[in-house]
C-alpha cells in the first residue's frame, strides 16, 4: 500500500496517451515502431520502453497482440 513512485505515476501518463492514440482509430494494428513514431508522448521513448508499457496495457486488456507475418501488432481492445 504505498505511494506509486514518479516513474510509475510518468508511465500511467503515457499509457493513457497510448491508449486514447490507438482508441482513435480502434480498427488498426500497430506496430511498437510506429507508436513510438506516431504517439507525440513517444517519440523521445526507446522502442523497448513502449514495448513494456504495451505489456502493461496487455495485462490490464486494454491491448491486444496481433501476429501478422511473425510480426506482432497491437490493437486497441474496447
Not at 46 to 55: C, P, R, T, Y
Request: hydrophobic share 40%.
Amino acid at each position: 500500500e504505498r505511494k506509486p513512485t514518479a516513474t510509475q505515476v510518468a508511465n500511467e501518463g503515457l499509457k493513457v496517451a497510448i491508449v486514447n492514440f490507438m482508441a482513435e482509430q480502434p480498427n488498426r494494428l500497430f506496430s511498437i515502431a510506429e507508436l513510438v513514431k506516431e504517439v507525440p508522448e513517444c517519440n523521445e521513448l526507446s522502442g523497448q520502453k513502449v514495448s513494456a508499457l504495451i505489456s502493461q496495457l496487455m495485462k490490464e486488456g486494454k491491448v491486444e497482440r496481433i501476429e501478422e507475418k511473425r510480426k506482432a501488432f497491437f490493437k486497441f481492445v474496447e
